[in-house]
């Protein structure tokens, strides 16, 4: 009888329950705003209320007279400490780069710009203190779309920015060679689009804690932060100029992020300034009034596109002239956003001959605007979506039709798209178009659209379409760097295992959780790859001072990226586990068999020693091969041969109310193509989430300015969140493309619900109104906006 090895229990693939759950549901989670240290101060922010002026005066004595008061600070005696730096500017052109200072310093540009700051026994003493300061301030001209700030005589921000122009940017083919394109093209369609300004409303808004210890003259920051490592570099290397190993950050349970908490703030390096010289750690917590003021805003693009085609819809060319608004100054990593994220992925699953995309990034009095989930990617999908409907409006060619006669085909992977991004890795778009189309019944919901309208329906029906692709696990280094895209830095990611005596296990990521469940998809795939129990496997991460430097959880990299670190780790352990093995069993090592955490000679399953065996032999190391070091452990730093290209496609089927412009998603549709799938429930609730927030950008988000730079939708009162009874169910499935990128085949997903369900959403509502003769709308889609539109077709 031939002895056999049990099967593996595998654990890719498996809905696993998140670990990370029951302390955040049962209100055991450590925010941010929970840490209370001994002795600690608090601190609050006096903000401008005017969106441009010069500060011709700031009075704080009765301020620092105020009971509780520790502290009362202006820009000037923060003159000294550098401004924060922009860290990804625009690679091949001149970026004019204006960062805010930790408080404001001479001229404000926003309203909301920290003017100066109050430290305090208490939050409560801090805020009444402010109250006492007095700003003399002599208000300029304002201006806060980027249309009017690029016209001559608009109001100037900065000196070097001449015309508010921060960046001047292009890419694919030349102009003029677009424009023949254009004009040989049988069909030729053109638009303007409004890709409107967001405020992303994280669960929890942005904070820090500074604490500097003069003995060891080391600073300790705590921060809801989703990159630390990135952040203690700047803070160290950039901004206090201090020793980077005398920095560490934490960062905390982080109550969501979707890549506003990314980004360097004044408050970060502020806290550890002012805990250093008031000589006790020192707290900021921003409401949420602040969060929408000044932290970070997305999207906010105004583009012109014209499309060639053939009368049987295929595209041959388009051009896109975009002005993206960046707000008063550069945020961390905003310049990347339009050009390389947005500009490099314009041509979307299509394969179109001729491309010119010409970016320019604008300053105005607003808030920064920087990357919010998906980053670009979903201002370019909505351009690309948008021309396939405008397109299949123009020819007579059913919209689903259009998608396929211009999808890159499977033969054509890797693919250049011929506008400066790297190959896609893989693609097959046509079966996840197929498999949506099938799943919402296409073919019967246009015969009932047929019908209603012949019969003169109040419930206008329409059916949108949105087939995506983006770039997830942004890398390589050489590729997004200096030498490339202009990134300031690499963005290779790192991991460590470690298998103790006892066979249990810790990993450490520099990765960055803020709600997507690493500590169990990480522990699942260490788990599946070194066969010890899922429940032996302990995930470590966010503190600097205990995990190897990792650059952060956005751009969908943290499996991609940091999980091939890990993976990589995984089989560094297995091979030095086959080594010891080998010398514990008498056998060659390439005769060792590793499966299923045991080792064993081939044929000889009966004999095999465990992993707990091996560890525990790898740490007494009583008897270990020549030359061979104690422990059982491996460190990797993966930096990836090329970015990942998730893709899918997502239909809304939606009614209109024609005598109020009330939409109500009816059905929702979405099959993506993530690459393999370590945990299906993870994957379906990032889908669940990034599809409601695409959702609420097409039908009720959008931050609005008065014309003075007041933030009108500065609370929840006043800027649409929508609830979820305002949401459909969602009906979900994948297709299944792999990526030979990263050893597990996987490609990302934790934006591509945002991506897809915008455009979906707004194709539906167009195609609703396409009857009377409307060809596009400005988002978001209110009752109002839509009954106008109904109005102005039928007047």
């Not at 942005?206 to 809801?224: C, H, K, Q, V």
């Not at 952040?231 to 560490?248: C, N, S």
């Not at 509502?765 to 539109?789: I, K, N």
């Amino acid at each position: 009888m031939t002895a056999t090895v049990e099967s593996p229990e595998t654990f890719i693939g498996k809905p696993i329950r998140r670990r990370e759950d029951p302390k955040l549901m049962t209100g055991d989670g450590n925010f941010l705003d929970d840490i209370k240290l001994p002795g600690m101060a608090y601190a609050a922010i006096l903000r401008s209320p005017v969106a441009h002026a010069t500060i011709r005066g700031i009075d704080t004595s009765r301020a620092k007279a105020m009971p509780g008061v520790v502290g009362v600070f202006t820009g000037e005696d923060l003159a000294e400490v550098n401004p924060l730096p922009c860290a990804w500017q625009a690679a091949g052109v001149d970026n004019f780069v204006n960062t805010p200072r930790l408080l404001a310093l001479g001229e404000v540009h926003q309203v909301g710009d920290p003017v100066a700051v109050v430290v305090a026994e208490s939050v409560y003493q801090a805020n009444d203190a402010l109250e006492a300061i007095e700003v003399d301030y002599d208000e300029l001209p304002v201006v806060v779309d980027a249309r009017e700030a690029v016209q001559p005589g608009a109001p100037q921000l900065h000196e070097n920015a001449p015309n508010n122009v921060v960046l001047h940017w292009t890419c694919g083919k030349d102009a003029a060679t677009v424009d023949q394109a254009l004009a040989d093209a049988e069909v030729r369609v053109s638009q303007s689009i409004v890709n409107q300004r967001l405020i992303p409303t994280a669960m929890e808004p942005r904070g820090s804690i500074g604490l500097y210890d003069p003995g060891t003259e080391e600073y300790t920051l705590w921060a809801t932060s989703q990159a630390p490592h990135v952040h203690k570099l700047l803070i160290a290397a950039f901004i206090l100029g201090v020793p980077e190993q005398k920095v560490r950050v934490i960062a905390p349970d982080v109550g969501g992020g979707f890549g506003s908490k990314i980004f360097m703030y004044f408050d970060m390096p502020l806290m550890l300034w002012l805990s250093k010289h008031l000589g006790r750690p020192v707290k900021y917590f921003e409401d949420r009034t602040e969060n929408y003021l000044h932290t970070t805003h997305g999207r906010d693009h105004h583009t012109d596109i014209e499309i060639g085609a053939t009368k049987e819809g295929q595209i041959t060319a388009l051009k896109v002239t975009t002005l993206a608004n960046l707000g008063a100054y550069l945020s961390t990593v905003a310049p990347g956003i339009p050009t390389t994220l947005y500009g490099r992925m314009i041509a979307g699953c299509y394969k179109i001959p001729n491309i010119h995309v010409d970016v320019r990034g604008v300053y105005t009095n607003t808030a920064m605007v920087d990357a919010y989930r998906g980053a670009g990617r979903p201002e370019a999908a909505f351009i690309a979506e948008r021309v396939c409907d405008l397109v299949a409006d123009a020819t007579g060619v059913d919209p689903a039709e259009v998608r396929r006669r211009n999808f890159i085909q499977p033969v054509d992977f890797p693919y250049d798209t011929g506008i400066g991004m790297l190959p896609y890795d893989s693609g097959n778009y046509q079966p996840a178009l197929d498999l949506a189309l099938q799943h919402v019944g296409y073919d019967e919901l246009l015969q009932e659209q047929a019908a209603r309208r012949a019969d003169g329906s109040n419930k206008l029906l329409g059916v949108g379409i949105s087939s995506y692709v983006e770039v997830c696990g942004i890398a390589p280094s050489k590729w997004i760097g200096l030498g490339g895209e202009g990134w300031g830095a690499g963005l290779w990611e790192s991991s460590q295992v470690r298998v103790y005596l006892t066979g249990k296990v810790t990993v450490t990521t520099g990765s960055q959780p803020h709600g997507q469940g690493h500590e169990t998809t990480f522990a699942q795939l260490a788990a599946d790859q070194l066969g010890i129990p899922y429940d032996d496997i302990e995930v470590e991460h966010s503190d600097t001072k205990g995990t190897p430097f990792g650059f952060g959880t956005y751009g969908s990299r943290s499996l991609a990226v940091g999980g091939t670190a890990i993976y990589k780790s995984t089989q560094k352990v297995i091979e030095k586990a086959k080594l010891l093995a080998a010398h514990m069993l008498e056998a060659a090592p390439e005769d060792i068999v590793y499966e299923n955490g045991r080792a064993y000679v081939k044929g000889s399953p009966e004999l095999a020693k465990t992993i707990q065996d091996i560890a525990l032999q790898a740490h007494v190391a009583y008897d270990l091969p020549p030359g061979m070091e104690p422990g059982l452990e491996a460190i990797t730093y993966h930096d990836p041969p090329n970015c990942t290209f998730p893709f899918g496609t997502h239909v809304c089927v939606v009614e209109v109310d024609r005598d109020t412009g009330e939409v109500e998603i009816v059905r929702y549709v979405a099959v993506d193509d993530v690459g393999n799938v370590i945990n299906p429930m993870i994957v379906d609730g990032q889908l669940h989430g990034g599809i409601a927030q695409g959702i609420a950008q097409a039908l009720y988000e959008g931050a609005v300015y008065a014309d003075n730079g007041e933030l009108i939708t500065a609370t929840m009162n006043e800027y649409a969140v929508p609830k979820a009874s305002m949401l459909p169910v969602y009906e979900l499935d994948r297709t299944v493309t792999t990526t030979d990128v990263n050893p597990m085949g996987v490609k990302g997903a934790g934006e591509a619900g945002t991506i897809g369900s915008t455009p979906a959403v707004a194709n539906a509502v167009v195609d609703a109104l396409s009857h009377l003769g409307v060809q596009h709308l400005d988002m978001p889609y209110t009752p109002e906006r839509v009954w106008r539109a109904m109005q102005g077709a039928t007047a």
